[in-house]
């Protein structure tokens, strides 16, 4: 069964950086579109980045552009979010997800997430 | 951006009775050239992720009840819950994927009577 597990949330200060991790199962990851989408304490989801199946094509909410980068490495089946000059606003519940096919579109699958509090 | 505003904000609905969630988009989600709507509706419980009910604005994902189904075109989409159950309780949410970024609604709690 398809399985998403998302791992490196944790506190960290304003302007710092980290990276998410998301290591998949049961399905074939390169042929796959995946999302980022994170959700801040009681608000609604807000869609982050997706990576096309090519693994070249990627896009970003205007809020991450040019802060967050989106990537994957296939031999590992795991998908990344490398987050830089991170902002108090970042705070949120990061959720991956498995796109429904390798334009990604809207996730059919999502992990469990993984909390980041940017934090002073 | 494709800004989407559902309504209403919460409603309240006794056991066995119909709940109706609407969607309506800025702008036409339609693709004309598939006639596809890039719609789709998602429930979330308290601690877990949001789980997708509909795709392509009334394509049912496996596994979830027929109680549960999706209509509309266009700019306006309706997500409507025949029966209503107890475990029904959660936040109901549109997405457009339509263009990027894609877009939520700002959800619908549904609460029972």
């Known amino acids: 069964q398809v399985q998403l597990v998302e791992s490196g949330g944790g506190v960290v200060q304003p302007g710092k950086s980290l990276r998410l991790s998301c290591v998949a199962s049961g399905f074939a990851f390169n042929r796959h579109g995946m999302h980022w989408v994170r959700q801040a304490p009681g608000k609604g989801p807000a869609w982050v980045a997706v990576?096309?199946?090519?693994?070249?094509?990627?896009y970003y909410a205007d809020s991450v552009k040019g802060r967050f980068t989106i990537s994957r490495d296939t031999s590992r089946n795991t998908l990344y979010l490398d987050m830089s000059r991170l902002r108090t606003e970042d705070s949120a519940v990061y959720y991956c997800?498995?796109?429904?096919?390798?334009?990604?579109?809207?996730?059919?699958?999502w992990g469990q997430g993984a909390l980041v509090t940017v934090s002073p | 951006d494709i800004v989407m505003t559902q309504s209403p904000d919460s409603l309240a609905v006794s056991l066995g009775e119909r709940a109706t969630i609407n969607c309506k988009s800025r702008?036409?989600?339609?693709?004309?050239?598939?006639?596809?709507?890039?719609l789709g509706w998602y429930q979330q419980k308290p601690g877990q992720p949001p789980k997708l009910l509909i795709y392509w604005a009334s394509t049912r994902e496996s596994g979830v009840p027929d109680r549960f189904s999706g209509s509309g075109s266009g700019t306006d989409f309706t997500l409507t819950i025949n029966n209503v159950q107890a475990e029904d309780v959660a936040v109901y949410y549109c997405?457009?994927?339509?263009?990027?970024?894609?877009?939520f609604g700002q959800g619908t709690k549904l609460e029972i009577k």
């Open positions: 997800g498995r796109g429904y096919d390798s334009n990604g579109y809207f996730p059919n699958y």
């Open positions: 702008q036409s989600v339609l693709y004309t050239s598939n006639n596809r709507n890039y």
């Open positions: 990576l096309l199946s090519d693994g070249i094509t990627k």
């Open positions: 997405q457009q994927y339509y263009s990027v970024p894609y877009t």
